[in-house]
């Protein structure tokens, strides 16, 4: 998925040249799974954007059905930025859609909105070997964007109703919800994705988070996986991700 220098999907393409993070499963994943606010006027984020991926995704999804929503996507990065900034005017939902070069942590106090929906692809190495090249090393540990900025941060500008949601290895998500059941956060969704049938464990853990204070059920939980042992994509895969690969 990440070798070209562009990637294309059924109704809009990510050129993705020069940005820390291309287009990765992980991306796609989240603003398929992701609940869209149900109400018109509302306000999604993503923070870390990239190439805007989710954003754009999350525009698509939300175009459905209304008209007047709008999509901030925060990066700090600024060929990342300038690349989103391209994408998201060469997308059907350019007017809907805006960008923020700036570091979450700054943006937090500057924002004036809150939000119905926030989303996150975030760095998640917490202690490991650094990745030789400045950009990839920001956009994939968590130095300059620790779990616990980005949590604080979410509940700082999150709508009273609104959610949360993020995509984390298995490991680093244990370390997250503890850290977001510590600032308030409960969780709502948990979906475990497994690269294929059978594997023991799940290579990614989806989360949906809301704050404390919403009178909700138990957490529902799902299973998901990628492939199926003859590595042919799982219909269930399929599904999730239908409106947006051409391949589906």
Same mark, same amino acid.
């Not at 917490?126 to 990839?136: C, F, M, Q, T, Y």
């Given at each position: 998925?990440?070798?070209?220098?562009?990637?294309?999907?059924?109704?809009?393409?990510?050129?993705?040249?020069?940005?820390?993070?291309?287009?990765?499963?992980?991306?796609?994943?989240?603003?398929? #799974?992701?609940?869209?606010?149900?109400?018109?006027?509302?306000?999604?984020?993503?923070?870390?954007?990239?190439?805007?991926?989710? @954003?754009?995704?999350?525009?698509?999804?939300? +175009? +459905?059905?209304?008209?007047?929503?709008?999509?901030?996507?925060?990066?700090?990065?600024? *060929? +990342?930025?300038?690349?989103?900034?391209?994408?998201?005017?060469?997308?059907? #939902?350019?007017?809907? &859609?805006?960008?923020?070069?700036? =570091?979450?942590?700054?943006?937090? $106090?500057? %924002?004036? =909105?809150?939000?119905? &929906?926030?989303?996150?692809?975030?760095?998640?190495?917490?202690? %490991?070997?650094?990745? $030789?090249?400045?950009?990839?090393?920001?956009?994939?540990?968590?130095?300059?964007? $620790?779990?616990?900025?980005?949590?604080?941060?979410?509940?700082?500008?999150?709508?009273?109703?609104?959610?949360?949601?993020?995509?984390? *290895?298995?490991?680093?998500?244990?370390?997250?919800?503890?850290?977001?059941?510590?600032?308030?956060?409960?969780? %709502?969704?948990?979906?475990?994705?497994? @690269?294929?049938?059978?594997?023991?464990?799940?290579?990614?853990?989806?989360?949906?988070?809301? *704050?404390?204070?919403?009178?909700?059920?138990?957490?529902?939980?799902?299973?998901?996986?990628?492939?199926? $042992?003859?590595?042919?994509?799982?219909?269930?895969?399929? @599904?999730?991700?239908?409106?947006?690969?051409?391949?589906?």
């Amino acid at each position: 998925m990440a070798g070209n220098a562009y990637f294309e999907f059924k109704q809009f393409t990510v050129f993705q040249e020069n940005v820390s993070m291309r287009v990765n499963t992980d991306g796609v994943l989240l603003g398929a #799974w992701c609940r869209m606010p149900e109400r018109s006027s509302a306000k999604i984020l993503d923070i870390g954007t990239g190439t805007g991926v989710i @954003a754009l995704m999350a525009a698509q999804r939300m +175009s +459905s059905q209304f008209s007047d929503f709008e999509v901030g996507a925060v990066e700090s990065d600024c *060929p +990342s930025c300038i690349q989103a900034a391209k994408n998201f005017k060469a997308s059907p #939902w350019k007017r809907n &859609l805006k960008i923020f070069m700036t =570091d979450f942590q700054q943006f937090v $106090p500057c %924002s004036q =909105d809150k939000y119905d &929906l926030i989303v996150s692809n975030p760095p998640y190495f917490v202690d %490991s070997l650094k990745n $030789p090249s400045i950009s990839k090393r920001l956009s994939r540990h968590t130095d300059n964007l $620790p779990y616990e900025d980005i949590i604080a941060g979410a509940k700082e500008i999150l709508a009273p109703e609104g959610r949360f949601s993020v995509i984390l *290895p298995y490991e680093e998500s244990k370390l997250f919800i503890s850290i977001a059941e510590e600032n308030g956060f409960s969780k %709502s969704r948990i979906c475990r994705v497994f @690269a294929k049938e059978g594997d023991e464990l799940p290579k990614r853990i989806m989360l949906e988070f809301s *704050p404390l204070d919403i009178k909700k059920a138990e957490a529902s939980s799902e299973d998901l996986c990628i492939m199926e $042992p003859n590595l042919e994509f799982t219909s269930a895969y399929k @599904a999730l991700t239908g409106d947006f690969y051409l391949k589906f």
